[in-house]
């Protein structure tokens, strides 16, 4: 099988200062994640903040380089691949941000902002561009009289959609998006997912879509991976991993995301206890050991590794199995 | 069950960017001893600015043009400054999205508790202390007599949070208003605080108005939900009546546009979300006739023209619709 994105291994840490005496630390963000990615697939990328998922997200479109680790593009490891090689790859993946505002130039027209990268990559003569450019204005759902208007101009889901538009332009393999509905309201967050949906259905692009909202993640994804301090917990289809979560803590997260249903209010929960533990000093061998109910001594010392578990998913527990 | 608070005819006008408008127009709620409201609805929709009105923290753009906001025997619309800060902190106690809009980043989480006691109740310093104390351990913060000395800054997003609840509760208030108190924390954190809401809820029993976006935390929280749309109330309920058939269909639209983890069976296969169409209209150019009309799968020429007023339903159901989602008997 021939994947449009496998990460090997990858790993990235950040100097950082801290406290009043301006101490100098090591965080380790993403520590030893592999993942696949097939053509056509959406892979979804869970876990709460501080877990590392948008640092992954960055590695693989090469906004940060990884210390270590491979990062192969439809084949070719650009990890550490220089800006003139990657030059002509870019065109084939694409990111879309949580916040459009922050990432579309805002003097820049609607119109210039989605033509911009086929001007770069030298596709097509003016009247080309002008060309693809409507179809596009046209596919994601805004008209053409909008190309004329700059980002304050549109509401929040029309920004995502004029930044989906210029993802687009290029005919990408790959989209990386990293909470790209989060900052909508709910009935404009459907409309986005719905387009994100249909347009990956039709182009047969793939998605590394990276989010801390599962219910939105499962219903875009086929395959989901979850992230705790670093380090990738489960991975596995949508399907098993929603209907029978193994690692102690996707079912944690599970059992606490509130559903509309108001006979939850009065059930008893199993909530988890403690809160994600600071990066700059994680628990030793499984991160998670220390909020786990299923934890031993042997969770202390010893970090687990990801293994084929049963259900067909791949967990990193050693007492899950 | 007592009247805790009474809201009549609320309409806040905003004057900005040379624009006149009314973010919230002609709002009646009610509020009972021991009951948890949920105001609900999206961006716009004029829930915050109904808080903010309650609270006395509209901003200099804005004020409050007509109504009246009934609590403890006063209107707090006609309350000066000076006499709603007594009334904020003592009688009302609040909750912000952001632990640090409410805490001093600067001073040791105790003592700040301590110093709203102090303030508002005349304690002393040894019986403030011991007070505060009690509250740290009433919301479930671990070791509290360790952690009255910590700085905002060394305890973590969901520590902070309930902080910020001790503090509204410090003075036994009458009425607690909750403008989005979990969508800053992560999921596991935010299950733990709603654990603790619900707990609270049970063993004190206090009066509560929960501002949020989200229909689950609704759901897991509230008792009655009041939702709005461009500056009104369209639709009101009991929870357990509201999740399983609302009346309005903007309340039905939300309730179908959420994308909700399913697990078992269904997990491979989540159903597609249902999108509203169109956007909110800004509050300065709102259709004539129902604000909703426009988005709207079961419009008519009649909403288009005339605003429905918001008319009673069975079971104490309130929702502003001409054509509501009403189980009719001769239909069945």
């Given at each position: 099988m021939t994947f449009v994105l496998e990460a090997k291994g990858l790993s990235k840490r950040f100097a950082v200062t801290t406290g009043m005496g301006g101490h100098k630390a090591t965080v380790t963000a993403v520590d030893d994640v592999s993942f696949a990615i097939a053509p056509g697939e959406t892979l979804g990328l869970v876990g709460e903040s501080g877990c590392g998922k948008s640092t992954v997200g960055k590695m693989i479109v090469r906004l940060l380089e990884p210390d270590t680790g491979e990062v192969r593009f439809e084949g070719r490891?650009?990890?550490?691949?220089?800006h003139g090689e990657l030059r002509p790859l870019r065109r084939r993946f694409q990111m879309v941000f949580q916040d459009p505002y922050g990432s579309l130039d805002p003097r820049q027209r609607a119109g210039d902002i989605v033509t911009e990268p086929l001007v770069v990559h030298g596709i097509g003569d003016a009247a080309e561009r002008r060309r693809r450019v409507a179809e596009l204005f046209e596919r994601v759902g805004l008209?053409?009289?909008?190309?004329?208007?700059?980002?304050?101009?549109?509401s929040g889901g029309q920004r995502q959609r004029l930044a989906i538009a210029r993802a687009l332009a290029l005919d990408p393999a790959l989209i990386v998006a990293d909470e790209p509905v989060s900052a909508l309201d709910v009935s404009i967050q459907a409309q986005v997912i719905n387009l994100m949906a249909e347009i990956k259905a039709e182009r047969g692009l793939a998605y590394l879509f990276i989010a801390h909202d599962l219910g939105v993640v499962q219903h875009i994804s086929d395959r989901v991976a979850v992230m705790y301090l670093g380090r990738l917990v489960e991975i596995a289809d949508k399907e098993t991993l929603f209907s029978g979560p193994v690692h102690p803590y996707t079912r944690a997260l599970l059992e606490a995301v509130p559903v509309?249903?108001?006979?939850?209010?009065l059930a008893p929960r199993d909530t988890l206890k403690g809160e994600v533990p600071t990066p700059l000093a994680p628990p030793s061998g499984c991160a998670f050991h220390p909020r786990c109910p299923l934890a031993s001594e042997r969770c202390t010392r010893e970090r687990p590794l990801l293994r084929r578990h049963p259900s067909g998913a791949e967990v990193a527990c050693h007492n899950a199995f | 069950m007592s009247r805790v608070l009474d809201i009549e005819g609320l309409t806040v006008g905003f004057e900005t960017g040379g624009r006149r408008f009314d973010a919230v127009r002609e709002v009646d709620l009610a509020l009972d001893g021991g009951e948890v409201l949920a105001l609900v609805g999206e961006s716009g929709s004029g829930k915050s600015v109904t808080a903010l009105a309650v609270m006395g923290l509209l901003p200099e753009v804005a004020e409050i043009t007509a109504g009246t906001i009934r609590f403890e025997d006063r209107d707090l619309a006609r309350l000066g400054e000076a006499e709603m800060a007594a009334v904020r902190g003592a009688r009302i106690g609040l909750i912000f999205q952001e632990p640090m809009t409410s805490l001093n980043p600067t001073m040791r989480v105790g003592p700040q508790v301590a110093e709203v006691l102090r303030l508002h109740k005349r304690a002393g310093a040894a019986a403030a202390r011991r007070a505060v104390e009690e509250l740290f351990a009433l919301v479930r913060i671990p070791d509290p007599a360790a952690r009255y000395d910590d700085f905002p800054h060394q305890m973590s997003g969901g520590m902070r949070q309930r902080v910020v609840i001790a503090l509204a509760l410090a003075c036994r208030p009458a009425l607690l208003i909750a403008d989005e108190p979990t969508t800053a924390l992560d999921v596991t954190t935010q299950a733990q605080i709603l654990e603790l809401f619900r707990d609270l809820q049970r063993e004190i029993g206090q009066a509560t108005i929960l501002i949020t976006h989200d229909l689950a935390v609704v759901a897991e929280t509230a008792h009655r939900v009041a939702v709005m749309y461009a500056g009104r109330i369209v639709e009101e309920s009991a929870s357990e009546a509201l999740f399983a058939g609302a009346l309005h269909p903007y309340t039905r639209g939300l309730l179908r546009s959420i994308p909700v983890v399913r697990t078992g069976p269904a997990a491979g296969h989540p159903r597609r979300l249902v999108e509203i169409p169109g956007t909110v209209p800004p509050p300065w150019d709102l259709p004539q006739g129902c604000a909703f009309a426009p988005r709207?799968?079961?419009?008519?020429a009649r909403c288009r023209a005339e605003r429905p007023p918001l008319m009673p339903f069975d079971g104490g159901r309130r929702a502003a619709c001409w054509h509501p989602h009403v189980e009719r008997e001769d239909a069945a």
């Open positions: 490891d650009i990890a550490h691949a220089t008209r053409p009289d909008q190309m004329a208007n700059v980002p304050s101009q549109f509309p249903d108001p006979a939850r209010r | 709207c799968p079961r419009a008519s």
